[in-house]
């Protein structure tokens, strides 16, 4: 049995969501300081684009896929579409939204997880 893809890409889910939670929370904390600029990271797209994917081939007319590097989460500066004249460019509303988008796919990756856990537990037990 090969390795499990979807725990590594749920691993990898849960490490970038880790990393952007960082950046909110640091963002949040430094609403009121002045020439703080809002930080965030890299959609987590871009991290897919770069992952490592190795598909099954199992015939001669299939699609080898191409190996690629694996990929980080880098810190980049958020738009600064809001600076205050304090030079702060934290808006405390789109922070909050972005805190609850960690929060629902933090849900969504762990239920996505335990699910899987639980097929595979079925499988290996042979039966439901």
Known sequence: MGPLALLGLASQHMKWLSV???AVSQNLANVSTPGF???DVRP???????VQTDLATTHADHIA???LSA???ALRQAD???VTTSGNSVNL??????AGDVNRDYALNAGV?????????ASVKGGA
């Open 20 to 22: 952007r939670q960082a």
């Open 37 to 39: 600029r809002a930080m």
């Open 44 to 50: 987590f797209q871009d991290v897919l684009q770069r």
């Open 65 to 67: 896929a191409s190996p």
């Open 71 to 73: 990929a980080s989460s």
């Open 80 to 82: 600064g579409s809001d």
């Open 93 to 98: 509303e789109q922070e909050l939204l972005k």
């Open 113 to 121: 997880v335990k699910s899987f856990h639980r097929m595979l537990l």
